[in-house]
């Protein structure tokens, strides 16, 4: 594992406003990478919200991180779908994957 440039922590949403596409990516803690079972559920808990919170257009799960390209809903409050995106997944995944 490479050092990182950067070593912060922002309290998400900051950016988020209706009608515009947003480009979000998070990673595994210390970049571990997910088998390939682990992936598939991560990409279902990305689409969980798709046309209820927010319109995913694009969604890739990578070995270590995922990429999506989003607009919230109308319908959700501001800034309430990334983190949920985000801790669903995680959430989803640890009483499956044995990490070591």
């Known amino acids: 594992m490479k050092p990182r440039k950067y070593e912060y922590r922002r309290n998400l949403p900051?950016?988020?406003?209706?009608?515009?596409?947003?480009?979000?990516?998070?990673?595994?803690?210390?970049?571990?990478?997910?088998?390939?079972?682990?992936?598939?559920?991560v990409l279902k808990h990305c689409m969980h919200d798709d046309?209820?919170?927010?319109?995913?257009?694009?969604?890739?799960?990578m070995p270590d991180h995922v990429h999506m390209i989003l607009t919230p809903l109308q319908t959700a409050q501001p800034g309430a779908a990334v983190p949920h995106q985000q801790d669903d997944a995680a959430i989803?995944?640890?009483?499956?994957?044995?990490?070591?």
Request: charged share 25%; aromatic share 6%.
């Open 92 to 100: 989803g995944l640890g009483p499956r994957v044995k990490r070591r």
């Open 51 to 61: 046309g209820v919170k927010l319109k995913v257009h694009a969604a890739v799960v």
């Open 14 to 41: 900051h950016i988020l406003k209706g009608d515009r596409p947003h480009f979000v990516t998070f990673i595994t803690h210390q970049r571990w990478e997910l088998p390939s079972a682990a992936r598939d559920l």
